[in-house]
């Protein structure tokens, strides 16, 4: 009888460790504020910047690749300009991806760079739409060609029998097939590339937005001044 343990002291002993627990959680910040600590990694995906570097280097490399075709052509066939941008666009989501976190809104640099960030994806979704307009458009205008080799360069017309039709002309190419076969490949190319751009730039702003730009808190407290838990609102 002596040795018997009392089932209240037990469940007080209980009741007094978790309240323990609950005050060390409180003054250390708790589970949201070492959650909130950890490398962006852990909340920002960084498959979404490396698809985009891996998609705006495949950009920029096809379109030099179709200015080896002809001189001639514009920038707007050639859309370097928009992997480049994506380039860029990565570059800052892996700078977003490096940046220790804060948990309050006081981190200037961080609320820079997510904004930086949304606007850059912003901006190359509409990019990408613009170029797979262009990019749609000379495709059915190559597919509608009728070319024929002149010297160094290569005349082509929508309508031979057509003595006022407007011509094309590309210099640098003696053989035609490279504009009524190899271009339009290019350009399809271009517009699944462009189209995958779009979407993987969606996608990175829509966390950003989904998050509030990842992890800001707003500055709800719980309890005393010392005992710290946050709440993501």
């Not at 005349?155 to 640098?172: K, M, Q, V």
């Not at 190419?173 to 969606?202: E, F, G, K, R």
């Not at 950003?208 to 407290?221: D, E, I, S, T």
């Amino acid at each position: 009888m002596g040795s018997g343990t009392s089932p209240m002291g037990s469940a007080g002993g209980g009741n007094a460790a978790a309240s323990k627990e609950k005050k060390g959680q409180a003054e250390t910040g708790g589970p949201v504020l070492e959650e909130a600590q950890k490398c962006c990694g852990c909340r920002f995906p960084l498959l979404v910047a490396l698809l985009q570097l891996l998609l705006g280097i495949a950009v920029a490399a096809v379109a030099f690749l179709m200015v080896t075709i002809s001189s001639s052509l514009l920038a707007r066939e050639t859309p370097h300009w928009a992997g480049i941008i994506m380039i860029v666009v990565s570059l800052v989501g892996f700078i977003l991806f490096c940046i220790t976190r804060v948990p309050d809104e006081r981190a200037s640099a961080q609320f820079i760079v997510k904004l930086l960030y949304f606007f850059l994806c912003t901006m190359g979704l509409v990019i990408s739409a613009v170029v797979i307009a262009f990019q749609c458009y000379h495709y059915t205008l190559t597919n509608s060609y009728s070319c024929e080799e002149m010297g160094e360069y290569c005349s082509c017309t929508l309508d031979p029998e057509d003595p006022i039709a407007r011509t094309f002309t590309y210099s640098g190419v003696t053989d035609c097939s490279a504009i009524v076969s190899t271009l339009p490949m290019y350009y399809l190319l271009q517009m699944v590339l462009n189209l995958a751009q779009a979407i993987v730039c969606l996608v990175g702003a829509f966390l950003l937005w989904k998050h509030r730009y990842q992890v800001f808190f707003a500055g709800l407290q719980t309890g005393s001044p010392s005992a710290q838990n946050w709440q993501k609102v």
